[in-house]
C-alpha cells in the first residue's frame, strides 16, 4: 500500500464532466484535486463537438421543461437541474470568458463558434484553481480503504490513496467495469442518436432534401414512439434530421432489442388530420380545378418541398401532367394515406448524427443525486455520460455534464471541508 498522504480528490476522466467537477471542487476550496486522464488530450470530446463549434447547452431555462429531452434520466434529473441548469451553465462560461450565443433553434454556442475557446476556458480555468492534470493516467482499479481509496493506473509505478474519488470517465468501458467492481448496477450500454437505414428507394433518391414539420411514429415490436413536427432529412441510406434522432434516442433500447428492425410511419404535413387533409384536397379540386397536379398545391400542403411532393405523386400513381379536377377519387386516397401515412420498413441503423452518446451506464437509483455520492461506496462519486443518462442532440449531453460535474465537485468540497 502506498505510504504517502492520500490525496484529497482524484477525478478519473478528463472530460467535461471531470473538468468541471475538479474546478469547482478547487475553487471551492479543496487543496489537491488531481485530474487523471488515460489519453494524452484531455477535453477530446469538447474540441470535436457540435461539428468543432462545441453545442454548450440550450436555451431551455425551466428544468421541468429541460428535463424533458432526456430519454433516460428525465425524472431523477429533476433534482440536479433545479440546482444547475442550463442558465446557470451560460453563467459559469462567461464568467470564466466564454460568452454563448442561442441560434434560431436554441442550440447554444461560444460567441468565437470555436470549441476551442471552450476547451481554452476549462483548462484555464483548471489551471487557475490549481487543478493537476495527469495525462496518459488511466485508473485501472479501486480498492476501498478505512478513509479513502487505494488507486492503481497504467503509467504509474505505486498505487496512489485518495479520500475522495470521482468517476467522469464517460462512455469508455474501464469506468463502467470499475463502477461494477465496486459493486454498482451498471445498465448495459446501447448507442443513441443515431439514423436510420430505410428500405425507400423513391426516399433515398432525394437525398439533401429537408423537411418540416413531421409527424414520425416508430413501431418497434410491442412499443411505439412518437415524435410531433419535426425536421428530417433525407439521406441515401434512409432518414436524418434533428426530428429523426430524437426519436431513436427515445427508441434506442427498443432497436438494439428488435436488431435495429421498425417500421416508420411519417406524416408528411406534421399537425395535419386526416380531417384537415380531406377538407384540403376537396378544397384543391374546386379552387384549383384547372392546374395541374404537379404545379399547384393547396395551402396546407405548400411547406412540402417540391420534389417530395412530385415524389410522392409518384408513389400514388398520379401522373403530375393531370390537372387537379382529373384527379381520380382512389388516387387521392391514396396520395392522402401517403401524405398522412408513409409507412417505411427500417432496415437498420444508419451512421451517427454530428453527436454520439451512450444510453446506460451507472444506474441512479444507487447515487444520491444531491451529492453525485455513490449509496454504496462511501465518497465515491460520479459525473457525466458514465451514468445511465442521455440527452437528445441540442446540447443537453454537455447540460448534463456539467450539472453533475458542478454538484458532485461542491458536495465533494463541502464533504472534505467537514472532515478536516
Ligand atoms: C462527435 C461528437 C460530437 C458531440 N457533440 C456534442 C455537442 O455539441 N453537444 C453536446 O451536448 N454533446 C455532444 N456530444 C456528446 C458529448 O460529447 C458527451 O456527452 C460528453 O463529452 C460526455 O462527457 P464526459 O465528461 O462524461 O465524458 P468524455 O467526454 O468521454 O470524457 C471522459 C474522459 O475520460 C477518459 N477516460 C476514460 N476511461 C478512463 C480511465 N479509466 N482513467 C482515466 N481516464 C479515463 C477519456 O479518455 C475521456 O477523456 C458529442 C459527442 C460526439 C462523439
Excluded at 467535461?16 to 474546478?23: D, E, K, L, V, Y
Aim: aromatic share 6%; glycine share 10%; with cysteine.
Amino acid at each position: 500500500m502506498p505510504k504517502s498522504d492520500p490525496l484529497p480528490l482524484v477525478v478519473a476522466g478528463g472530460g467535461a464532466a471531470g473538468f468541471m467537477a475538479a474546478i469547482t471542487a478547487a475553487e471551492a476550496g479543496v487543496e489537491v484535486v488531481e485530474i487523471w486522464e488515460a489519453t494524452a488530450e484531455p477535453l477530446a470530446k469538447v474540441r470535436i463537438s457540435g461539428g468543432g463549434r462545441c453545442n454548450v447547452t440550450h436555451a431551455c431555462w425551466d428544468p421541468r421543461e429541460l428535463v424533458a429531452h432526456y430519454p433516460r434520466g428525465q425524472r431523477p434529473l429533476r433534482g440536479p437541474f433545479s440546482r444547475f441548469a442550463a442558465g446557470d451553465a451560460v453563467a459559469w462560461f462567461a464568467e470564466r470568458g466564454v460568452e454563448l450565443l442561442e441560434e434560431d433553434d436554441g442550440r447554444m454556442f461560444p460567441v468565437s463558434n470555436s470549441s476551442a475557446s471552450v476547451v481554452q476556458a476549462l483548462r484555464a480555468a483548471a489551471q487557475r484553481a490549481g487543478v493537476r492534470l495527469q495525462s496518459q493516467r488511466a485508473l485501472q482499479e479501486v480498492i476501498p480503504s478505512p478513509d479513502g481509496f487505494c488507486l492503481k493506473a497504467r503509467g504509474l509505478p505505486e498505487p496512489i490513496n485518495c479520500r475522495r474519488l470521482l468517476l467522469a470517465t464517460g462512455g469508455h468501458p474501464s469506468g463502467r467495469r470499475i463502477a461494477a467492481a465496486l459493486g454498482h448496477q451498471v445498465v448495459p450500454p446501447v448507442p443513441s442518436l443515431f439514423t436510420l437505414r430505410l428500405d425507400a428507394p423513391w426516399l433515398t433518391a432525394l437525398a439533401g432534401l429537408s423537411q418540416a414539420p413531421v409527424d414520425l411514429e416508430l413501431q418497434v415490436g410491442p412499443e411505439r414512439f412518437r415524435q410531433r413536427e419535426g425536421i428530417v432529412l433525407m439521406t441515401h441510406w434512409g432518414l436524418s434530421g434533428p426530428g429523426l434522432l430524437r426519436l431513436t434516442a427515445f427508441a434506442a433500447r427498443a432497436l438494439q432489442q428488435h436488431q435495429y428492425k421498425a417500421e416508420l410511419r411519417i406524416n408528411w404535413c406534421g399537425g395535419l388530420n386526416v380531417e384537415q387533409l380531406r377538407l384540403q384536397l376537396a378544397a384543391a379540386r374546386q379552387e384549383l380545378a384547372r392546374r395541374q397536379l404537379a404545379n399547384g398545391r393547396p395551402e396546407l400542403l405548400l411547406p412540402l418541398r417540391r420534389r417530395l411532393w412530385l415524389a410522392l405523386l409518384e408513389q400514388a400513381g398520379l401522373d403530375g401532367n393531370r390537372t387537379w379536377a382529373e384527379l381520380p377519387r382512389r388516387g387521392e386516397q391514396r396520395l392522402a394515406e401517403l401524405l398522412l401515412r408513409s409507412q417505411l420498413s427500417v432496415s437498420g441503423r444508419g451512421p451517427f448524427g454530428e453527436e454520439f452518446v451512450t444510453a446506460g451506464g451507472v444506474d441512479l437509483g444507487e447515487l444520491n443525486l444531491a451529492t453525485m455520492e455513490s449509496s454504496c461506496v462511501p465518497g465515491l462519486h460520479f459525473a457525466g455520460e458514465l451514468l445511465d443518462v442521455d440527452g437528445v442532440t441540442g446540447g443537453f449531453n454537455f447540460q448534463h455534464c456539467w450539472s453533475s460535474g458542478w454538484i458532485a465537485g461542491g458536495a465533494i468540497a463541502s464533504a472534505l471541508a467537514c472532515k478536516s
